[in-house]
């Protein structure tokens, strides 16, 4: 997959600095993303401060002193895959700017093509859809953030489309469709791509609907 440029509109939404593409990543950075790769081969269960210090080069004290307690280690590797699901979505919109339909399919082909080669990540949208996991605690406290989220980004790039639907119609949209990727993360029943082609399909039918209304 082509590397996305962080957008200004995307990490105000994420809550995140953003950093040239060139310069090196914090210890920070490097911690969560070193810790997100342990939980994939190991489980959450497995990783200790020491073990992560160890992994990136660390002293433990650096690691308290980065990232805290191992609850915000887990909070900050939450937040970390939720971006990752973030930058597909909007990198999706951004590559196709003049379909409506082309975008919502390539967004959610891309989410459940990274969700079943990511576990950490499955994890993570799962529980958004209500599903349990042993793989990371915690998953069922940051449920809301992540919706939100994913919502005010689909819905940012919805209002630059002459899609034709009334406002209020807008955000139920949005919400089916987002729901609609998250229900087949937890539960897949055909491929990524098989499934995208029908969860766009669903939307080209709603918005031929709205626009035979006006």
């Not at 119609?169 to 029943?189: E, K, N, W």
């Not at 969860?199 to 209304?213: D, F, P």
């Amino acid at each position: 997959m082509t590397p996305v440029t962080p957008r200004p509109a995307l990490s105000a939404l994420l809550g995140v600095d953003e950093q040239g593409g060139g310069q090196p990543r914090s210890w920070r950075e490097r911690l969560v993303a070193q810790a997100a790769e342990l939980t994939r081969s190991g489980g959450w269960q497995a990783i200790t401060m020491a073990k992560l210090a160890d992994r990136v080069g660390v002293s433990r004290q650096t690691v308290y002193n980065e990232i805290g307690s191992k609850r915000q280690l887990a909070e900050a590797m939450i937040m970390h895959e939720l971006e990752v699901f973030l930058r597909a979505v909007d990198a999706a919109f951004e590559e196709n700017p003049d379909d409506l339909s082309d975008a919502i399919r390539e967004a959610a082909a891309r989410v459940l093509e990274m969700a079943a080669g990511n576990p950490l990540l499955h994890a993570v949208l799962s529980a958004s859809h209500g599903a349990e996991s042993d793989l990371l605690p915690l998953l069922t406290t940051q449920v809301d953030p992540l919706l939100e989220a994913a919502h005010g980004l689909v819905r940012r790039h919805l209002d630059t489309y002459d899609h034709g639907l009334e406002e209020h119609r807008i955000d139920p949209l949005v919400d089916m469709v987002i729901r609609l990727v998250l229900s087949h993360v937890t539960a897949p029943s055909t491929s990524p791509r098989e499934t995208a082609d029908n969860i766009a399909w669903i939307a080209e039918r709603v918005l031929a609907v709205e626009s035979a209304r006006r």
